[in-house]
């Protein structure tokens, strides 16, 4: 079975924990070592128990601390050509990241080795899928491990065939899920970056992510996990309310629908969520 925590899920820092009890993986660097040690350990875990990291694209928000974890950690981090290079050039990875980056293929599935005895079979596969985001490159994912099918997409400006097409295979799904357009356009941001959230390069309204759950339900979908809500722009209650509508509309027989039959959760923004069991 496996395992999911979101260390952090938001402007103020991005990194999420997936493991099958016996090894594991981060998804970007939102957070200091210090606190990664400090969740982990109230969790019974430790540094030792993520072998590798995925990073989905080069804003701050994600890869703030993967330098120091590139000095202190040395683990290998999985991301694509275009990112490693970005990564190469960047203040705040460029003197650490060089011996840790590995490409992962464009257009299949890689599977990462997590160490001498775990077996091959036992180790994720990992594919990337590109979504549009106003970064170098912005990357989901899509890791299959021990029989369940995992999609993470945040930082996305719409949703894409690409990625539907994962998430209508995926067991569990994280999806971002960032603001509410009347908070939005009523709200103190200016009307350069308002625009900039909201025109297909920024991030997804509630809305939107209620409208991919109608596309990519399907009965095997065992979890939603509401990502990178906006603090100012946004509540915990507004987005699940939107998702859980979404699911409410998918009747499945039985006078049931698809919200009976899939746990929904809208992550925090700042602090830890619980350790999920998948």
Known sequence: MLRFLSLSSGSCG???????GKAGLLIDAGVS?????RI????????DSFQAILVTHDHLDHI?????????????????????IALLNHTFTMDYIGGCCIDLPEGSAYRIPLGEDIPADGCPSVRYFVVPHDATQTVGYFIEWGGHRFFLMTDAGRVTDEALSFACKADSVVIESNYDPGMLIGGPYNHELKMRICQGYGHLSNDECASAITMFWHPGLKNIFL??????????DLAFAAAADALKSIPVGNGMTAKDLTYLQALPRSRPSALFDL
């Open 64 to 84: 703030r601390h993967l330098g120091s974890y590139c000095k202190h950690l040395r683990k290998p981090v999985y991301t694509t050509g275009d990112l490693r």
């Open 14 to 20: 991005n990194c999420y924990f997936l493991s099958d």
């Open 33 to 37: 070592v210090r606190r990664l040690k």
């Open 40 to 47: 982990l350990l109230e969790h019974n875990l430790g540094l």
């Open 227 to 236: 990502c990178h809500l906006s603090e100012n722009n946004n509540t915990p």
